[in-house]
């Protein structure tokens, strides 16, 4: 009752309402955690997502200290071990990462570890995120062998297996599209670039 009125707000656009109603969540499920002790789905599942939403919502209000403090709880929350029994929070453990990218802390994304190779998502996102950090920094050439491993991991078995049921390839795709139209617009191939990123909101 405290959360869902973040994602009408969201939808119209009230980005600091959505973020304040998961502001109040998070604490109304501290409280229930705290008391009740629960277990299963709910301090792995649904009390990550008011802090992934605040990531979201103050994402779009350009608040970056809030965002990544909320990125960084939620990646604490859930990591990569946990994400991986239920394919909805596979996005959990790499929101860190793409807080970084999105305001531009291409040193803080370059710092962090690569993900267990059990874990192919979060490793096509970790190689996104680095991708994206090198030519932020100016390195085309890097960028492209991080492009060249995330294409590469398009094709790996649990697409097509485990995780064929869920959208975390299509993310990957979308994710290869947008690296690939910024190298190309660093090139001013601007044709290109804007082909594949047109792909990407596709």
């Not at 980005?15 to 301090?43: K, M, S, T, W």
């Not at 790996?156 to 869920?166: G, I, N, Q, Y």
Request: glycine share 6%; net charge neutral; with cysteine.
């Amino acid at each position: 009752m405290v959360h869902m009125p973040a994602h009408i707000y969201l939808r119209v656009g009230r980005y600091a309402g959505a973020a304040e109603a998961n502001v109040r969540a998070i604490a109304a499920d501290e409280d229930y955690l705290a008391q009740c002790q629960a277990q299963g789905l709910y301090p792995v599942s649904y009390y990550p997502h008011n802090l992934h939403f605040l990531w979201a919502a103050a994402t779009f209000e350009g608040r970056s200290e809030v965002a990544i403090d909320a990125a960084r709880e939620v990646a604490a929350k859930v990591p990569h071990h946990h994400a991986g029994a239920v394919a909805r929070t596979a996005d959990f453990p790499v929101t860190p990462w793409l807080a970084y990218v999105r305001f531009g802390r291409w040193q803080q994304m370059l710092l962090e570890p690569k993900p267990p190779a059990t874990d192919p998502y979060a490793t096509g996102i970790w190689h996104y995120a680095r991708a994206l950090s090198l030519l932020g920094r100016g390195q085309p050439a890097r960028a492209e062998s991080e492009l060249a491993a995330l294409t590469a991991l398009l094709g790996h078995e649990a697409f097509r297996t485990t995780l064929k049921d869920s959208p975390l390839l299509t993310n990957l795709q979308i994710a290869s599209r947008i690296v690939r139209g910024e190298l190309a617009a660093r090139v001013r191939r601007f044709d290109e670039a804007i082909r594949v990123v047109g792909e990407a909101v596709a």
